[in-house]
C-alpha cells in the first residue's frame, strides 16, 4: 500500500514538475515576445536618426539659397500684402495716375481750386488791398463815366479764382470739353420766378426804360477791349441791372486774361413792346407776357454770341459758368439756333454786405 501511494505521489510530483516547466517556459517565451516589439522600435529609431549632413554642391547651395528666399517672400507677401503697407504696385501706378487725372477733370466745373491772379505771380489769391480800387481801372478809362453808376450800385462778387485755360486738358494734352448748358421750359420758369424774387417789373416801353436810366435801376453795358457790344443793338438798349453789368465786366476781364479777345454782347435789355415784335419774326423768341415771358423784359439778361468762339473758348465758357449755375446765382441756356449763351443774372449775384462800396475786381 505503501508503495502504491508513494508510486502515486512521485507521478503526481513528476506531472507537477512538468507542469512547472511548461509554465516557466511559456512565461519566457511571453517574456521575450513582449520585449521584442522595444527592440524592433528601437531599431527602426536608430535607422530614423539623420546620418551626418551631405556635403552640397556649390550649384546646389545656390539653389537652395534660392529655394529659402522665394518661401520667405511667399510669407512676407502673406502677412502684410501691399494694399496695408500702403504701397502701390509699380504696374498700378502709371494706370491710377490716368485715372485720377481723369476724374479730376470731370470734376472741374464744381471745383472751388484756387488759382494765381491775372497777374500770373503764382500766389493763391489776391487779397483786397492788393486789388485794383475799382473796375474802370482794370477795363481801360475811355468809358470811365459808363461805369460810374455800377461803381454806384454794385459790388462785385466773391467768386471762384480766375479759370486757367490749361485747367482744362488732361494729362494726355487733351481738350476737356463740358456738356451744353441746354435750356428748358422749368429753366425759363425758373428765371421768372427769380425775377419776381428780386422785384422786378418788366418794361413796357421805352418810356420806362428811360424812367429806369434815370433812377439808375439801368445802367449802361461796361464796352471796353474786352467787351463790345453788336452795332446792330440800338442804343437804348445797351442797358442792364447793375449786377447783370458787373458780372458782364468780370466775366469779359476774366476771358480777355486767357484769350486776348473780346466777348461780344448780342442783347440785353428789351421791352414788351419790342418783344411782341419780336414774336412775329423770330420763332425761338420768348412770349412777352406770362411764367415763360423773356428775362430780357426785367433788364437781367443777355445774350453773348458764340460766333466766332473756337471750341477751346466755348468749353471755357461752360467750365466757368457751371459753378455759378450751381450755386444759383445765374441760369445759363446755350442756343444753337441763334448761337449765343442766353445768361440772366440775379441780384445775389453782388453779396449783400456790398452795398454802397465801390465795384472790386473778382479774383
Same mark, same amino acid.
Given at each position: 500500500m505503501r508503495s502504491g501511494r508513494a508510486t502515486t505521489s512521485e507521478s503526481r510530483s513528476s506531472r507537477a514538475g512538468v507542469g512547472s516547466s511548461r509554465h516557466a517556459a511559456a512565461a519566457v517565451q511571453s517574456s521575450t515576445s513582449r520585449r521584442a516589439p522595444v527592440s524592433s522600435r528601437v531599431a527602426a529609431h536608430a535607422q530614423a536618426q539623420p546620418s551626418a549632413p551631405?556635403?552640397?554642391?556649390?550649384?546646389?547651395?545656390?539653389?537652395?539659397?534660392?529655394?529659402?528666399?522665394?518661401?520667405?517672400? %511667399?510669407?512676407?507677401?502673406?502677412?502684410?500684402?501691399?494694399?496695408?503697407?500702403?504701397?502701390?504696385?509699380?504696374?498700378?501706378?502709371?494706370?491710377?495716375?490716368?485715372?485720377?487725372?481723369?476724374?479730376?477733370?470731370?470734376?472741374?466745373?464744381?471745383?472751388n481750386r484756387p488759382s494765381a491772379?491775372?497777374?500770373?505771380? %503764382?500766389?493763391?489769391?489776391?487779397?483786397?488791398?492788393?486789388?485794383?480800387?475799382?473796375?474802370?481801372?482794370?477795363?481801360?478809362g475811355s468809358d470811365r463815366s459808363r461805369l460810374r453808376s455800377i461803381q454806384q450800385d454794385a459790388a462785385t462778387p466773391l467768386l471762384l479764382p480766375g479759370l486757367r485755360v490749361s485747367s482744362l486738358y488732361d494729362s494726355r494734352g487733351r481738350l476737356?470739353?463740358?456738356?451744353?448748358?441746354?435750356?428748358?421750359?422749368?429753366?425759363?420758369?425758373?428765371?421768372?420766378?427769380?425775377?419776381?424774387?428780386?422785384?422786378?417789373?418788366?418794361?413796357?416801353?421805352?418810356?420806362?426804360?428811360l424812367d429806369l436810366r434815370r433812377q439808375q435801376k439801368l445802367v449802361a453795358l461796361p464796352e471796353n477791349d474786352a467787351l463790345r457790344v453788336d452795332a446792330r443793338l440800338p442804343e437804348n438798349r445797351r442797358f442792364s441791372r447793375p449786377w447783370t453789368a458787373t458780372f458782364l465786366a468780370v466775366l469779359a476781364r476774366d476771358h480777355y486774361a486767357n484769350f486776348h479777345q473780346p466777348l461780344q454782347v448780342d442783347s440785353a435789355v428789351r421791352t414788351v413792346e419790342f418783344q411782341q415784335r419780336l414774336t412775329h419774326?423770330?420763332?425761338?423768341?420768348?412770349?412777352?407776357t406770362g411764367d415763360t415771358a423773356s428775362p430780357h423784359l426785367t433788364g437781367q439778361a443777355v445774350?453773348?454770341?458764340?460766333?466766332?468762339?473756337?471750341?477751346?473758348?466755348?468749353?471755357?465758357?461752360?467750365a466757368?459758368?457751371?459753378?455759378?449755375?450751381?450755386?444759383?446765382?445765374?441760369d445759363v441756356e446755350e442756343e444753337f439756333q441763334q448761337a449765343c449763351f442766353h445768361i440772366s443774372v440775379y441780384k445775389n449775384y453782388?453779396?449783400?454786405?456790398?452795398?454802397?462800396?465801390s465795384v472790386l475786381a473778382a479774383r
Open positions: 551631405a556635403q552640397l554642391s556649390p550649384r546646389e547651395t545656390r539653389a537652395q539659397l534660392r529655394r529659402d528666399r522665394r518661401q520667405q517672400r %511667399n510669407l512676407a507677401a502673406a502677412a502684410a500684402p501691399v494694399a496695408a503697407r500702403g504701397v502701390r504696385p509699380v504696374r498700378e501706378t502709371r494706370a491710377s495716375r490716368r485715372a485720377e487725372a481723369a476724374a479730376q477733370q470731370r470734376t472741374l466745373a464744381a471745383s491772379p491775372a497777374g500770373n505771380d %503764382n500766389r493763391p489769391f489776391a487779397t483786397v488791398s492788393e486789388t485794383p480800387s475799382n473796375i474802370s481801372s482794370v477795363l481801360g476737356v470739353v463740358p456738356p451744353p448748358l441746354y435750356g428748358s421750359h422749368e429753366n425759363l420758369l425758373h428765371q421768372n420766378e427769380m425775377a419776381n424774387r428780386d422785384g422786378l417789373d418788366r418794361i413796357r416801353d421805352d418810356a420806362d426804360l419774326t423770330n420763332g425761338n423768341a420768348a412770349p412777352s445774350d453773348i454770341a458764340k460766333h466766332g468762339l473756337s471750341i477751346t473758348e466755348i468749353a471755357w465758357m461752360r466757368y459758368l457751371q459753378p455759378l449755375i450751381a450755386e444759383g446765382k445765374i453782388v453779396p449783400a454786405n456790398a452795398s454802397g462800396l
